[in-house]
Nanobody
Framework: QVQLVESGGGLVQAGGSLRLSCAAF????????MGWFRQAPGKEREFVAT????????YYAESVKGRFTISRDNIRRTVTLQMNNLKPEDTAVYYC?????????????????WGQGTQVTVSS
């Protein structure tokens, strides 16, 4: 079993940047694809970004493409989401998750372990 802990959320003005981190505890995540999802108030949770086990393949939601970058450090057991040019519509609770295998995954049901989430608020 793996425990995922997110950090780095906060309040930022539109156009600003934030860097979210996800730390894994309990076991290695070397073989797991990792992903970020988000849930805005009153909305369903949605996919944001994913990275494969080795870090050489990534995939993004259209709404964040070109602004967000996902990366990983398997030695430190961390996954990072760099968010630039933030918009008010990026306001949400952001969740880190580990997938059932090492390949790119975009659907919630393909993820096994989830963090508790970190709040990101972008003011206009």
């Amino acid at each position: 079993q793996v425990q995922l802990v997110e950090s780095g959320g906060g309040l930022v003005q539109a156009g600003g940047s934030l860097r979210l981190s996800c730390a894994a505890f309990g076991r290695s995540i070397d073989n797991d694809a990792m992903g970020w999802f988000r849930q805005a108030p009153g909305k369903e949770r949605e996919f944001v970004a994913t990275i494969n086990w080795s870090g050489d393949s990534t995939y993004y939601a259209e709404s964040v493409k070109g602004r967000f970058t996902i990366s990983r450090d398997n030695i430190r057991r961390t996954v990072t989401l760099q968010m630039n040019n933030l918009k008010p519509e990026d306001t949400a609770v952001y969740y880190c998750a580990s997938a059932r295998d090492g390949f790119i995954r975009t659907m919630e049901f393909e993820y096994v372990y989830w963090g508790q989430g970190t709040q990101v608020t972008v003011s206009s």
